[in-house]
């Protein structure tokens, strides 16, 4: 089904989780491998998914962010690296048609090139600054050579870099010192992937360093300066919740079953009958339904807001966030206490769910940037 001709949430829902049962199947084999799910990627282009949240004006469907939460969260219950490899790409999308920071020819140029099926991601990472939300500048570096970029440096942590069309690059300005952002073709000379993603977690994501060497851009190919004052909260970053409380979902989908065919020779019934395991499942569901709530509720409060609004939305963003992947983590151990040293085998998807969700912690905003956060939003002003 082409999700750009179905037009209610509910249609769109049906097809990603029919899909997303093929990526449960393929996640174990990819996971042990840590082989990036290509298959997984080409089942959404083949389906128009990558364009949902493009401009209409440019074929796309601008979904809104409640639907976008939706739909990954769906895909996340099949394959938790699928969901936020793609994510990053939607998201990204997201951004610009909303913010449009790109001048107008080259956004309308890489519109035109994801109506074809190109994927794009920022690479912002360094191992020698961490994560760029904590303000570490730069290393790689964009230097003015005429009409041109040149620019040298290498990114880690670069999601979905096995099946990129083009890297959004940040780079400090070696003429000024400033931080812009620079689009590159995957085939520019110079660019290389080379394969160091070792996690433990997620490990079909091909989050591998990409480096830059002598690499050779248009000018016009520097996207925008980059400037803390110009920070604003991003609502499409509700795409890693979202994830998490889908590998949670998976999780106590696993425990169900589990619990529902297995009787001890000390029973005469499954497990399921007993009251501390039906506890632990009301334990789950408790847990998912507040997750729920927070995550599409803030969702809506982004779709519904004006510009105005939504800049005063962070705290509600990274709080919904560290609620969700928090309990997510709570929810697959309490999945794994139902079903026991069996949730350890290497045959038990729930093994590789304890590891997935970990990695939430470690993608923004993190939690003590959060608290804090929350901290300063709810002092009364004298003690600011």
Known sequence: MNLLTSHTLEERLET?????GQFKDRAAENDEKGRFPFENIEDLKRIKYTLLTAPKEYGGEEISLHEFVRLQEAIAIGDGSTALSIGWHMGLIMHLA????????????ICKEVTKGALLNTCATEAQTGSPTRGGKPTTIAQKSGDTWIINGRKTFSTMSPALDFFVVTATIDETGEVGSFLIPRETKGLSVIETWDSIAL???GS??????????????MTEMMSANKKRP????????ACYSGIAEAAKREAESFAK???PNSLN???????????????????????????????????????QERQLLGPELGAAKLTVTNQAIEVVDLAMRIVGARSLSQKSPLQRYYRDVRAGLHNPPMDDV???QLAFRGQAPFMR
């Open 16 to 20: 990603i989780e029919s899909l997303s």
């Open 98 to 109: 909303e913010t449009r920071p790109w001048d107008p020819k080259l956004f309308e140029f």
């Open 203 to 205: 490990r079909a994501t």
């Open 269 to 307: 019934h499954p497990i399921s009958e007993l009251p501390t395991i039906r506890q632990k499942f009301g334990e789950i569901e408790l847990k998912l339904m507040q997750s729920r709530h927070f995550l599409y509720s803030v969702a809506k409060m982004w779709d519904g807001g004006s510009e």
């Open 234 to 241: 991003a609502g499409y970053l509700l795409h890693i919740p």
């Open 261 to 263: 065919n297995y009787t």
């Open 208 to 221: 591998h360093d990409v480096v830059l060497d002598r690499v050779e851009i248009p000018f016009e190919y």
């Open 370 to 372: 959060t608290i804090m």
